[in-house]
């Protein structure tokens, strides 16, 4: 396996083709003092040699920096054309790790261009990200590519081969989800270190508990490597790190879209799906869905969910119709409640505007902030119950959002919220945000829609049978 650790918590950084403009070269500069990196960065670039930029002097080329100053990785924003020559000069700097911004080889037709670049890495033993791809986000040691990214280490792994949507996913996943990131590679064209590797990386990292991939096309030269990655994938599943796949690319115009921005192809579909069900990986088809079933492995114990056994809480008939009958489609059951627990709910629910079973309506009652704590609390204790879910679209007060903790402190089993948006305007705006970090302090995880919740749960249930069916056909 690879050794990365100068590329993930690098000594110091070099930007070659640095500018005063928020993209290229100066957008790298600008994402790593937003996050705080405290080590030194050299900027590089003739046209601004002896100018400063943000507060760092730009020198003219990188053979100006002596040799008591190692660099570890080096970001290289210059027009393609260039690239050899500057990666002979990082070469004999004796930088190990480079990301290659720059667009314009195999995705435009120019493989050429990639193979000499190779050929000058593997001169110099430089292992290279990209070309055509942002690089590398590592909250621990603050190095960032995005301006939003935090320095808070995460359980969540990302290998993107798209840079636009590894910020994307990154940055929602922070700030909406609360499932913050253990490391992020955008890894573009592949030439050199691709997908594989750093799915390696992420099997023995102790940090990484949820892998994440977005994947237009493999890069691989020979079936070898094909089954390597599928054998790769695999270990990781079965280590109890679930890994979930958006694999794009199944549609004509997507093909075409994908071949000109990173220069590979994108496979059929039907490959991908039984690749993904022989190595136990999750399939998904959008940000979202990518984001929101990370959270709920972040924020859930997943071993204790049965796809039989969901408790369903709502305020309001069609509420709890909608939410039935989306775990339903999704393979997912809606058992009857236990009379005890019946019983329990008639000592503190009318017998007007409620419906006592599951799923529970508790209709106006349910306005009321201890009604709907008590209410969480006696479903979590029925032995049909493996999971309460419940939906609150309103009402996103203090008074809820505690009754709720208080009640998900004394729950001994998974608790889930769907908060669907329902208010353009500020008040909502203000009051949901408030609610939803309350409730992700203390491990509840939001869903934005019923859709999203169902699937998330199903695709939870779904991992957990297939480790019990590999662990039983194992014993």
Aim: proline share 5%; aromatic share 10%; hydrophobic share 40%.
């Amino acid at each position: 396996m690879n050794d990365f650790e100068k590329l993930f918590d690098p000594k110091a950084i070099a930007i070659i083709g640095v500018n005063e403009k928020p993209y290229g070269g100066g957008y790298f500069l600008s994402c790593l003092k937003s996050i705080g990196f405290e080590k030194p960065i050299y900027l590089f670039n003739p046209r601004l040699k002896g100018e400063k930029v943000l507060g760092y002097r730009v020198y003219g080329s990188i053979r100006e920096i002596g040799g008591e100053r190692p660099i570890d990785y080096a970001i290289i924003a210059i027009p393609a054309k260039k690239c050899p020559q500057i990666l002979e000069e990082v070469g004999k700097k004796k930088v190990p790790f480079v990301t290659i911004f720059s667009s314009g080889f195999s995705e435009v037709g120019n493989k050429y261009l990639e193979q000499k670049i190779l050929e000058i890495a593997k001169k110099y033993n430089i292992r290279i990200i990209g070309p055509n791809c942002l690089g590398v986000y590592n909250p621990k040691s603050k190095l960032s590519i995005s301006r939003w990214q935090n320095s808070v280490p995460g359980k969540f792994g990302l290998i993107s081969q798209s840079g636009g949507l590894s910020i994307n996913i990154s940055n929602i996943s922070i700030h909406s989800y609360s499932t913050n990131i253990s490391k992020l590679i955008s890894i573009g064209n592949q030439i050199d270190l691709n997908v594989i590797d750093f799915l390696s990386y992420f099997k023995e990292d102790d940090q990484t508990k949820i892998v994440g991939l977005y994947l237009e096309n493999l890069k691989v030269e020979n079936p070898r490597e094909g089954k390597e990655f599928l054998k790769i994938l695999k270990e990781i599943t079965l280590s109890e790190k679930p890994v979930i796949l958006w694999k794009v690319g199944y549609g004509e115009s997507a093909k075409e879209a994908i071949l000109s921005h990173t220069g590979g192809m994108a496979g059929s579909h039907k490959i991908w799906k039984d690749m993904a069900k022989q190595a136990g990986v999750i399939l998904v088809n959008n940000t979202l869905e990518l984001v929101s079933l990370a959270m709920a492995f972040n924020f859930l114990d997943f071993r204790k969910i049965e796809r039989n056994k969901l408790g369903i809480i709502a305020v309001g008939g069609g509420s709890s119709i909608e939410l039935t009958e989306e775990m339903e489609i999704n393979g997912l059951k809606v058992p009857a409640l236990s009379k005890k627990t019946k019983d329990k709910y008639q000592t503190f629910l009318p017998d007007v505007n409620t419906i006592i079973r599951n799923p529970l309506d508790l209709g106006g009652d349910g306005l009321m902030p201890n009604i709907f704590g008590k209410s969480l609390l006696t479903m979590d204790q029925d032995p049909n119950i493996s999971i309460v879910i419940f939906i609150k679209p309103y009402y996103l007060t203090k008074a809820f959002s505690d009754a709720i903790i208080n009640a998900k402190n004394q729950m001994k089993k998974p608790l889930v919220c769907i908060a669907p948006k329902i208010r353009d305007n500020l008040e909502d705006f203000h009051e949901r945000i408030a609610f939803k970090k309350a409730l992700f302090d203390v491990g509840i995880p939001i869903f934005e829609s019923v859709d999203l919740a169902a699937k998330a749960i199903k695709n939870l249930c779904n991992y957990t049978e297939f480790l019990d069916k590999h662990n039983h056909s194992q014993n």
